[in-house]
């Protein structure tokens, strides 16, 4: 008899709260969303301690399948090796039903865990993405730019004369097709990457930063590259050091 494969179900975090309560966490992951995570016992998580606090947010109005400690959770990041998917995926051809979970937010968008979903499909493993919160998406509606096209580049160079050469192609793209672009910065180095931006976009370009979205410290504020720069000459720079950020240009 052939066992049939289980389901690989895309399990959407919170956006880095740790400390919320079960009516708070309610109003960012869905119910049944919830009802069918603490149903299953085995998951592949980017970071195995955040998913243990996110499974204990979980328990507080839905009982976990198994105690904490009993429930198997492996890692899948950056540092994961192309060879070990086999293993991770192994439990799911044998029927059993896993969740995939991102640090933060929804799995396999700027997350490695899209090589697992990849070698899911190659094999007959049914996905289901559940709803969630993307930073991504929340900050391309908050922010007031070009909602019909848009694209995530991920982070940019560390290197100042690399990060300004990147700005300005990625602010010249945007001109061009009149696209939103995106990107994501190391939060300690928020600070440094609000003034390369203010520095190198042309006075008119929109930059919006988005921070903590949708934890009670959110901000969401979208300038032109000419008012950034005023606020941070006069020392009034966003509150964002070490709180995750998504930053967005659009070229006038």
Same mark, same amino acid.
């Given at each position: 008899?052939?066992?049939?494969?289980g389901?690989?179900?895309?399990?959407?975090?919170?956006?880095g709260?740790?400390?919320?309560?079960?009516d708070?966490?309610?109003?960012?992951?869905?119910?049944?969303v =919830?009802?069918?995570?603490?149903?299953?016992?085995? $998951?592949?998580?980017?970071n195995?301690?955040?998913?243990?606090?996110?499974l204990?947010?979980?328990?507080l109005r839905?009982?976990?399948?198994?105690?904490?400690?009993?429930?198997?959770i492996?890692?899948?990041?950056?540092?994961?090796?192309?060879?070990?998917?086999a293993?991770?995926?192994?439990?799911?051809?044998a029927?059993?039903?896993a969740?995939?979970?991102?640090?933060a937010?929804?799995p396999?968008?700027a /997350?490695?865990?899209?090589?697992?979903?990849?070698l899911?499909?190659q094999h007959g493993v049914a996905?289901r993405?559940?709803?969630?919160?993307?930073?991504?998406?929340?900050?391309?509606m908050?922010?007031?730019?070009?909602? =019909?096209?848009?694209? $995530?580049?991920?982070?940019?160079?560390t290197?100042a004369?690399?990060?300004?050469?990147?700005?300005?192609?990625?602010?010249?793209?945007?001109?061009a097709e009149?696209q939103?672009q995106l $990107?994501?910065e190391t939060?300690?180095?928020n600070?440094?990457?609000?003034e390369?931006?203010?520095?190198?976009c =042309?006075?008119g370009?929109?930059?919006?930063?988005?921070t903590?979205?949708?934890?009670?410290?959110?901000s969401?504020k979208?300038l032109?590259?000419a =008012?950034w720069?005023?606020?941070?000459g006069a020392?009034?720079?966003? /509150?964002?050091?070490?709180?995750?950020?998504?930053?967005?240009?659009?070229a006038?």
């Amino acid at each position: 008899m052939t066992t049939l494969p289980g389901t690989l179900y895309l399990i959407p975090n919170t956006l880095g709260a740790s400390d919320l309560g079960a009516d708070a966490l309610a109003h960012i992951i869905p119910e049944q969303v =919830q009802a069918i995570t603490s149903g299953l016992d085995y $998951f592949v998580a980017e970071n195995a301690k955040t998913a243990r606090a996110f499974l204990k947010l979980i328990a507080l109005r839905h009982p976990l399948a198994k105690p904490l400690q009993e429930i198997t959770i492996a890692e899948l990041n950056v540092n994961t090796p192309a060879q070990a998917l086999a293993a991770l995926l192994a439990p799911l051809l044998a029927g059993k039903n896993a969740g995939l979970v991102s640090e933060a937010g929804v799995p396999a968008v700027a /997350d490695p865990g899209a090589d697992l979903v990849r070698l899911a499909h190659q094999h007959g493993v049914a996905v289901r993405p559940l709803v969630g919160p993307s930073s991504l998406l929340l900050a391309v509606m908050a922010s007031g730019l070009n909602g =019909q096209s848009f694209a $995530f580049n991920g982070y940019l160079p560390t290197d100042a004369a690399l990060r300004a050469k990147r700005i300005k192609d990625l602010e010249q793209r945007s001109r061009a097709e009149k696209q939103t672009q995106l $990107f994501i910065e190391t939060p300690y180095r928020n600070a440094a990457m609000l003034e390369a931006l203010s520095a190198n976009c =042309q006075g008119g370009t929109l930059i919006c930063v988005a921070t903590d979205l949708s934890l009670p410290s959110e901000s969401i504020k979208t300038l032109s590259g000419a =008012q950034w720069k005023s606020l941070l000459g006069a020392g009034k720079g966003p /509150d964002f050091h070490k709180k995750p950020t998504v930053f967005l240009l659009l070229a006038q």
